[in-house]
């Protein structure tokens, strides 16, 4: 069978929402609708605990769940995708809040989406994979460590007496400082719930267990009277739709709050593809990156004018959605609407729920996105360099933040690569064969001309690997250098410099320089360099046979030359 030469086809900038619709029947429709609440529910619970491990008000986790959950799934270039708050912005939330209050927080979202927009527009979709998955396990664990030690103080109902700490570290000394406040009924209910949570039956996972756990404990601590903290003790909650409004913008708040956008769009962009390559995984489609991005772009500049905090696709609703039959955008459209529906009508219900619940909710969404049987099999089987970035981004992400985590974890992850580069970049040398017998399919023997030396270079020419070319003129007894660089896949600028380092010695010497077989990048770099004039585009050979051809010319008329 012959290849097909057709190159694949640009991704679409179209949602997924406008492909489906084509052939949608009936049948999935009531599919689509069954899943849409199933997954409304599971949401209801999580997305209040999130708001309240960002640090504001319950309501708010599901005015992102309904914005942005319906815009991703309008807009968005996977056929499953289910966005809202997710565990992995909660940290990053509490510290924006903490420190800029609710008008940066919004701001920064905007921004974020923003930036989501035009990394989908000029499709960097498919840039997110260089991000190596040493850093995504990294600042994984390390944002499950930090909503861990986070939602101590209320599993345990310990009291900071009005002390707010933002860091880990702190979080961690307050914890020890505060150990006498220990509430041992809190701890009852939060154990019943982390129970409910580890032992609920598979047989009925169609019944989120969050929800079960909330409600049990609800009812236990109302009908004992236990001095457990609810959720209304602690916070008002309003049962009032989102609404829009923005906070005062100027262009030194958001010079101020750019580091902080970035940060989400990043996190966002990343988090949502992954989920989409998951979905993908489970029904065997393929996702449009690009319009991916432009949704959740779209659908974090919605919660935040809406009131609600950066979103991105999550990976746990998107595998209830398929599992529960949603196969089309209209289910994640559907689980938006009834959230909204659940807000308007049930919200005052909530103010029961004790917080050492939504700390075992929290303890449970921690391990399930930490992901620690990856680090352990990275740590069996990768080499000392990916598990020194492993560690290094998640110890960052505990101790500092995401920011320092991931920019520390890249900057480590390219010299590590440049290290590897520089290590299997060689140069090999040639020298004359006197024998008329030499095989011409041999490369290794292939007879050259007496005064020339030719030499191999394996691997890309870079900054990393200069210093190894150097040694190539230590022999200035010949009268001609010939270059192969057939296998040197690509050339920087420090690459081009030293090869000119090393022609211009060679000129010194009375020594031409020869090229053989340069691929289409370094050649497009030397021209675009003036090197290729320089040196003479008769002097740059297709083959290395037709190199040492040359070099018998260049070597008879050095000879002449000399006489």
């Not at 909710?361 to 089987?381: E, H, P, S």
């Amino acid at each position: 069978m012959e290849a097909s030469s057709k190159k694949p086809t640009e991704e679409k900038l179209k949602p997924k929402l406008f492909s489906v619709m084509k052939n949608y029947s009936g049948q999935q429709l009531f599919k689509d609708v069954i899943s849409g609440i199933i997954v409304a529910i599971i949401a209801l619970p999580l997305s209040i605990a999130l708001a309240l491990a960002s640090g504001v008000k319950p309501e708010q986790g599901l005015y992102t769940a309904i914005t942005a959950g319906f815009v991703v799934s309008f807009l968005g270039g996977s056929r499953v995708q289910i966005a809202g708050p997710t565990a992995a912005f909660a940290t990053i939330v509490a510290g924006i809040v903490a420190s800029e209050g609710m008008d940066g927080l919004i701001i920064s979202t905007v921004l974020a989406g923003i930036f989501l927009i035009l990394m989908g527009i000029f499709k960097f979709g498919s840039l997110i994979k260089y991000i190596p998955n040493t850093i995504t396990a990294g600042f994984t664990f390390g944002i499950a460590v930090t909503i861990l030690i986070g939602q101590i103080k209320d599993f345990c109902g310990m009291s900071f007496d009005g002390e707010s700490p933002i860091e880990t570290t702190e979080k961690l000394t307050t914890l020890f400082k505060y150990a006498d406040s220990f509430n041992y009924q809190a701890l009852l209910i939060g154990l019943l719930s982390l129970a409910i949570l580890v032992f609920w039956p598979k047989k009925l996972s169609k019944i989120p267990p969050s929800l079960i756990a909330v409600i049990v404990a609800s009812l236990v601590v109302e009908f004992s009277g236990m001095n457990v903290n609810t959720i209304g003790d602690l916070y008002e909650i309003s049962s009032a739709p989102p609404t829009p409004s923005m906070p005062e913008i100027t262009f030194s708040r958001i010079k101020a709050l750019v580091p902080n956008a970035f940060t989400i769009a990043i996190l966002a962009a990343i988090e949502s593809l992954l989920s989409c390559v998951v979905a993908d995984g489970m029904i065997g489609s393929k996702h449009r990156s690009n319009m991916e991005l432009v949704a959740q772009g779209a659908g974090n500049i919605t919660s935040a004018v809406f009131g609600g905090i950066p979103a991105t696709g999550a990976i746990a609703r998107t595998a209830a959605n398929i599992k529960n039959g949603g196969r089309t955008p209209i289910a994640g459209m559907v689980h938006a609407v009834v959230v909204l529906i659940i807000l308007v009508l049930l919200m005052p219900y909530a103010k029961s729920f004790p917080m050492p619940a939504i700390a075992a909710i929290l303890f449970v969404v921690a391990y399930n996105m930490c992901g620690w049987r990856g680090i352990v099999n990275t740590c069996k089987t990768a080499p000392k360099s990916d598990i020194i970035v492993l560690f290094t981004t998640l110890i960052l992400t505990v101790v500092f933040d995401l920011v320092v985590a991931i920019v520390a974890g890249m900057i480590l992850t390219a010299f590590l690569f440049m290290k590897r580069m520089a290590d299997v970049t060689e140069v090999h040398g040639w020298v004359y064969v006197d024998d008329e017998d030499s095989d011409p399919d041999n490369i290794a023997l292939k007879k050259v001309p007496a005064n020339t030396r030719v030499y191999e270079i394996n691997g890309p020419m870079f900054f990393g690997a200069s210093d190894k070319f150097a040694y190539m003129l230590d022999d200035t007894n010949i009268d001609v250098l010939c270059i192969r660089m057939r296998n040197v896949p690509a050339i920087d600028a420090t690459g081009v410099e030293t090869l000119d380092k090393i022609t211009k010695r060679c000129k010194k010497h009375n020594i031409s320089v020869i090229f053989s077989h340069v691929n289409e990048q370094p050649m497009q770099a030397m021209e675009k360099a003036g090197f290729v004039e320089r040196i003479g585009r008769e002097n740059f050979c297709d083959h290395i046979d037709s190199a040492l051809l040359r070099a018998e010319v260049l070597e008879r008329i050095a000879k002449e030359n000399s006489c």
